[in-house]
């Protein structure tokens, strides 16, 4: 199995920016998608964007096209998420995930393993 562990999250204002990092550990050979997802005060939990780790094939949910790049260190094992131009609608805990399991790559439920979550505030 594998672990994951976020940080990064923090508060800052609209317009500003934040990187948040996902770390993972154990059966990291097994990832091959690796997703960031939120939820936002009194929502689901939604996907916001996803890599393809073998080919960086990458995919975003339309709220944060152009604002939000999502990359990898491959030597780390860490999956970031680049967030820019930030909005007070992008306050959510976001979350990482791992052990897709096929479907809608932005499905939560398609999803084995997640972090503990990482606040993100937007004032």
């Known amino acids: 199995q594998v672990q994951l562990v976020e940080s990064g999250g923090g508060s800052v204002q609209a317009g500003g920016s934040l990187r948040l990092s996902c770390g993972a550990s154990?059966?990291?050979?097994?990832?091959?998608?690796m997703g960031w997802f939120r939820q936002r005060p009194g929502r689901e939990r939604e996907g916001v964007a996803v890599?393809?780790?073998?080919?960086?094939?990458?995919f975003y949910a339309d709220s944060v096209k152009g604002r939000f790049t999502i990359s990898q260190d491959r030597a780390k094992n860490t999956v970031y998420l680049q967030m820019n131009s930030l909005k007070p609608e992008d306050t959510a805990v976001y979350y990482c995930a791992a052990d897709f399991r096929g479907g809608d790559i932005f499905s939560p439920e398609k999803y084995g393993r997640w972090g503990q979550g990482t606040q993100v505030t937007v004032s």
């Open positions: 890599m393809y780790i073998p080919n960086d094939n990458i």
């Open positions: 154990g059966n990291t050979a097994s990832v091959k998608h």
